[in-house]
């Protein structure tokens, strides 16, 4: 076991008591129960929690960066947990990002809500989580918004100056960028498959006046 996991279980046992206000064998809960669809009244429950006690930090919705840039997104944040042991690992994942464990106000109803709740927002679109989770911080992913990264080109603007063919070979070559405003150099590299969601994504933004790569 390593330290990271070793906290994270020693954290998921005092979540646990805080949470459910029992300690229980550490075992989690059985996951069939979280799986069927959420009605309407649960989902909006949970959407009033993390209203109440998330969205200072966390974007909650549908689209817009997080308050705090270092809080992710939470329409993205479920693809980072496995769906088999989401109540557990969301709770884990909560209570290692959160140093000192803040004294988040829900019990176990309340748990199932916030999942349905992040269910319900969840992106789906591969090349839109993609963009999400791995560019969003520097490129202006949407059709008027600007790049948090100076430099960084909005997306948009991508098919004025690329044609599909040259945008494929360069991403799976690699594209050098600067990393943060020090100047560190990174290469950004995709797989072919990354590359075909990618244009997808382009496709999903264009307008008349910003049509994607040809
Ligand atoms: C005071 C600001 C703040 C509040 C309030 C807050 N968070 Fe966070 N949260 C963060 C930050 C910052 C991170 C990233 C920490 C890191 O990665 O080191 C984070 C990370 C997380 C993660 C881990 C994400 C991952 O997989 O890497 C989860 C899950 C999470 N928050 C859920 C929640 C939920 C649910 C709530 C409301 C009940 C909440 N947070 C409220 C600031 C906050
Ligand atoms: C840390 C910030 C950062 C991240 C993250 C990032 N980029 Fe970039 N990217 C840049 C910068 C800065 C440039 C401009 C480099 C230059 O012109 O020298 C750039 C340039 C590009 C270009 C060339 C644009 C043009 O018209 O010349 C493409 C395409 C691109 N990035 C795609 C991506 C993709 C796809 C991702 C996510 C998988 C990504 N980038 C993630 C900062 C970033």
């Given at each position: ?7 994270a ?16 064998d ?7 129960s ?26 909650i ?9 270092a ?37 176990p ?30 490129h ?28 494929r ?46």
């Amino acid at each position: 076991m390593t330290a990271r996991s070793l906290i994270a279980a020693l954290l998921l046992s005092l979540a646990t008591t805080v949470l459910t206000g029992c300690v229980d064998d550490g075992m989690g809960t059985s996951p069939s129960s979280r799986s069927a669809p959420s009605d309407p009244a649960t989902v909006e429950d949970g959407r009033a929690i993390a209203e109440a006690q998330c969205s200072r930090c966390h974007a909650i919705g549908l689209e817009g960066m997080s308050p705090n840039p270092a809080a992710p997104v939470f329409r993205t944040i479920l693809s980072r947990y496995d769906q088999d042991v989401l109540e557990r690992e969301l709770i884990d994942g909560m209570g290692v990002a959160h140093k000192p464990m803040p004294q988040f106000q829900f019990d176990p109803q309340g748990t199932d809500a916030l999942i349905a709740y992040l269910r319900s927002i969840q992106v789906t679109s591969p090349g839109r989580l993609l963009v999400e989770e791995r560019c969003a911080r520097c490129h202006a992913i949407g059709r008027n918004d600007t790049s948090p990264y100076p430099g960084a080109q909005p997306y948009r603007n991508l098919g004025q100056r690329w044609t599909r063919a040259q945008l494929r070979d360069a991403l799976r070559s690699g594209i050098i960028a600067e990393h943060d405003a020090s100047g560190v150099r990174f290469q950004m590299k995709l797989t072919d498959q990354e590359i075909d969601d990618f244009l997808d994504f382009l496709k999903s933004i264009e307008t008349p006046d910003h049509p994607a790569p040809r």
